[in-house]
């Protein structure tokens, strides 16, 4: 799920080009979890750097929604 040219600023995982944005976007499709996100995108799944990253991302998205 590389971007063309995202801008660096905006990876969350440079092991796969994984973005905020895409990441965003999956999870207001549903995606609620750290393994679905690595299955959709591949992040997670090199040097793990990330996982906290997209946690934060994840319970961010979950506070907003109780909100």
């Known amino acids: 799920m590389n971007d063309i040219n995202p ?28 393994d679905k996100i690595s299955r959709m995108t591949g992040a997670c799944s090199g040097c793990g750097a990330c996982d906290v990253s997209i946690l934060e991302l994840l319970a961010q998205n979950i506070a907003d929604d109780g909100a």
Do not use: E
């Open 7 to 34: 801008d660096k600023n905006d990876v969350i995982c440079h092991c796969s080009g994984t973005t905020k944005r895409q990441i965003k976007s999956l999870v207001n499709n549903g995606a609620d979890n750290l």
